[in-house]
């Protein structure tokens, strides 16, 4: 399967850049023996740029999978620093779209963890639609959940505001989605929808081969995200990075004529081009000195984990997986202890699994949680080298 058209723009002006061979289709869900895990599908990944707009997409990324039919967990709630992110951008929301007291929908809310925090800041009442839901992880009367993807009939229920916060990646008709929220809205209302999604610009930059994995088939810029934004009947109010720039934030309302102004961060079709070419001509660079120095850790047999498990360890792993150096996954969201890495077979362990294991390297997966995980490290009496990427 290969997709020649633009999901974006529907442009033929497509061209490969590059590819990832024999990669997990699925990276968040939880497999529980190491022979299901490696038992797990593989697909090829080839990244295309599109010389009319600026999206990047997987070329080769099959449809027709159903990415939640093994279960997916994707919590991050469980992290003091991830949760007090949420808690700044939310108190932002709520104080720049006055949405005390009033009815809140995410679509892709996955266990619920943001809806959770925008109600009980805002009051009023929150909704939650992701097929992905499971029940019982929250205890707020205050909201409803809906497991089943984002129809017509969500528009119906009067939000004051739609949020949806890393979903649109794993999303591959994107003009689509985009159309299909719009057009679902009740006519009188026209609610703010703030779009978080991770940035192409910062991977292509830092030539992080570990952020590209088969679920996630989307990958926007600034402006390739501005320019479907406004192609499909939004107004761009606002548009910025955060977290440490991995992140594109985006809040826009329903327009029958939005206006073209551009924001600073949105560049120019060929100016994110030219990072796509500097990543092309230089990523076989940063995959080589990995590999070389993981080979090294190998033979002098070095006890190495990964701290962080999800997507990002499967990117990882996947150019690396024929090394068989990785056992252990670190992992603080206690749903995924005892599981194992799709397509790798690394089992996910709890963070006091390194006691005892005493590792000589911990590869970070996210520089973010650094001083977290540093300082947890630190407090069982551990001092192994670490990474961070």
């Known amino acids: ?60 990324f099959d449809t027709s999978i159903d990415y939640f039919a093994m279960g997916y967990e994707d919590q991050q709630g469980f992290s003091k620093t991830f949760m007090q992110y949420l808690a700044r951008i939310s108190e932002n929301l709520i104080k720049k779209y006055n949405l005390a007291n009033k009815t809140l929908l995410e679509i892709g809310c996955g266990k619920g963890d943001f809806i959770n925090l925008l109600n009980e800041s805002a009051g009023g009442k929150g909704i939650g639609v992701d097929p992905a839901y499971v029940d019982g992880r929250l205890n707020n009367p205050n909201l409803t959940f809906y497991k089943e ?34 057009d679902s809205l009740v006519s009188e209302k026209k609610p703010v929808v703030f779009l978080e999604v991770p940035q192409i610009s910062q991977i292509l930059k830092t030539h992080a081969f570990w952020d590209i994995y088969y679920e ?21 109010l606002d548009m910025k990075l955060d977290y440490s720039d991995l992140y594109l934030l985006v809040e826009a309302v329903p327009s029958d004529a939005p206006p073209e102004d551009k924001f600073v961060i949105e560049k120019a079709v ?40 999800g997507s ?58 650094k001083e977290e995980i540093t300082k947890t490290i630190n407090g069982m009496g551990l001092d192994p080298f670490i990474y961070a990427l």
């Open 149 to 182: 993807l984002y129809s017509a009939k969500h528009g119906k229920l009067g939000a004051d505001f739609i949020c949806c916060r890393h979903t649109l990646e794993h999303i591959f008709h994107t003009e689509e989605f985009l159309i299909n929220i719009r």
């Open 1 to 60: 399967m290969q997709h020649p058209v633009c999901p974006s723009c529907k442009s033929d002006q497509v061209e490969a850049f590059f590819r990832i061979d024999n990669a997990p289709v699925y990276s968040l869900v939880t497999v529980s023996s190491k022979e299901e895990a490696l038992a797990v599908p593989r697909k090829d990944i080839e990244l295309g740029f599109c010389n009319h707009c600026g999206f990047v997409f997987n070329r080769l």
């Open 216 to 236: 996630h088939c989307s990958y926007f810029s600034a402006g390739s995200l501005g320019r479907l934004f406004r192609r499909t009947g939004y107004e761009v």
């Open 270 to 309: 060929q100016e994110e081009k030219e990072n796509v070419l500097k990543f092309r001509e230089s990523i076989s660079v940063q995959l080589e000195e990995w590999r070389t120095r993981l080979k090294k850790m190998k033979d002098t047999a070095e006890k190495v984990v990964i701290w962080g498990g």
């Open 312 to 369: 990002k360890s499967v990117g990882f792993l996947t150019s690396f997986a024929d090394l068989e150096l990785i056992e252990y996954v670190v992992d603080i969201n206690p749903n995924m202890e005892n599981n194992f890495i799709p397509g790798i077979g690394s089992q996910y362990v709890q963070p006091q699994f390194l006691h005892e294991y005493r590792p000589d390297t911990v590869i970070i997966m996210n520089g973010v949680y």
